[in-house]
């Protein structure tokens, strides 16, 4: 869905041949006869390994349990399994401390295939407000399947030339665009055959992720440049999480800190990044009814000792 706009226009040229793959076509074959999902749709995709698509997908679905959500989160990389770890660390971080955690419903894909997708949402919640994907950093059928799938795609990048190219190439003296990039071109194809099928529209949100301040004026430049790419794809652009060790120094208990205030004895939460995931959710425009959050699928567990807690919770502020 290359956008015309001006003189960028003519430069832009959009070459199927250049990337293999499933045709769109038959992605949306495969889709269309399938009851249509009622929740809201969210995947985290890029073809660009260790951009962040798991913490954000972990913050996000977690922040949307907290504002009383009911959230489903599929893992599609069987082999990093990164959300599908995190979630289960919060469980055993629940547990341990004797909490009750707001958290989604999870599981990860352990077959590739569209129909064990879909039974998967079926079996941890078809009414759920949002389904929340996690993709492999690769191009693969069931890639494909998740990005056609999305209401909203969001595709986190790192503030470089590098990560930019695979949605679009611009020209280096005029900065005008001049083709779109492998991932940029599947997403695009993607979009055009899902309106042209009338199964509704895929929103794409590029978020910058991982933006340390010392890099105001190389940033600059990514920033004109994301701007024009947002204009030829027909992306919005969102401020995304900075480079923080709050955003992965929690991952072995499966907390954000929007959860430490639900922790007695607790060192205090940052509110700085407290503050950045909810401008996060405000930022992506989702549709959040605000209700009470509820505890999701966490296990209390009577049976855990009171030493074990005080040791649980000294190794949690040990890295806070
Ligand atoms: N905002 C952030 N601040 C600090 N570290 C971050 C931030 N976002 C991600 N990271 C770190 O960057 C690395 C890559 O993140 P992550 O695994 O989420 O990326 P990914 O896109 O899911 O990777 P993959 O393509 O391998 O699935 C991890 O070490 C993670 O802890
Ligand atoms: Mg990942």
């Not at 341990?96 to 949402?121: F, K």
């Not at 665009?177 to 794409?204: H, N």
Request: glycine content about 8%; some cysteine.
């Amino acid at each position: 869905m290359w956008k015309r706009t001006g003189n960028d226009a003519d430069a832009i040229t959009s070459d199927r041949s250049r990337f293999d793959g499933e045709a769109p076509g038959k992605v949306l074959d495969d889709i269309a006869p399938r009851p249509r999902l009622t929740p809201h749709v969210i995947t985290f995709a890029n073809e660009k390994g260790g951009v962040g698509k798991s913490t954000l997908a972990f913050h996000i679905a977690v922040a949307l349990a907290h504002a009383g959500q009911k959230v489903v989160a599929i893992d599609l990389d069987r082999r990093q399994r990164t959300l599908e770890r995190g979630l289960s660390y919060r469980q055993g971080t629940a547990c341990n401390l004797g909490v009750t955690l707001p958290s989604p419903h999870y599981s990860v894909l352990d077959y590739p295939s569209t129909a064990a997708l879909y039974q998967t949402i079926n079996r941890l919640g078809p009414d759920a407000d949002f389904v929340i994907f996690d993709a492999a950093g690769a191009d693969s059928p069931i890639f494909r399947r998740v990005v056609a799938l999305a209401d909203t795609l969001i595709t986190p990048i790192n503030a470089s030339f590098l990560d930019l190219e695979l949605l679009g190439r611009l020209n280096p003296v005029s900065g005008v665009p001049e083709r779109a990039g492998c991932f940029g071109q599947t997403v695009s194809e993607l979009r055009e055959e899902k309106l042209a099928r009338k199964m509704g529209l895929i929103e794409w949100i590029v978020v910058k992720n991982r933006v340390r301040a010392a890099e105001k004026r190389h940033i600059g430049r990514v920033d004109d440049a994301l701007e024009r790419l947002s204009i030829s794809h027909d992306f919005r652009i969102a401020q995304g999480l900075s480079e923080r060790v709050a955003f992965r120094e929690l991952f072995q208990f499966g907390l954000t800190h929007l959860d430490l205030d639900l922790i007695p004895d607790m060192i205090r939460p940052q509110a700085s990044s407290r503050d950045e995931i909810e401008a996060l959710i405000e930022d992506l425009g989702l549709r959040v009814e605000s209700r009470e959050a509820g505890g999701g699928p966490t296990r209390r567990n009577a049976r855990v000792l009171k030493r074990t807690r005080q040791d649980f919770r000294a190794a949690l502020n040990a890295v806070l």
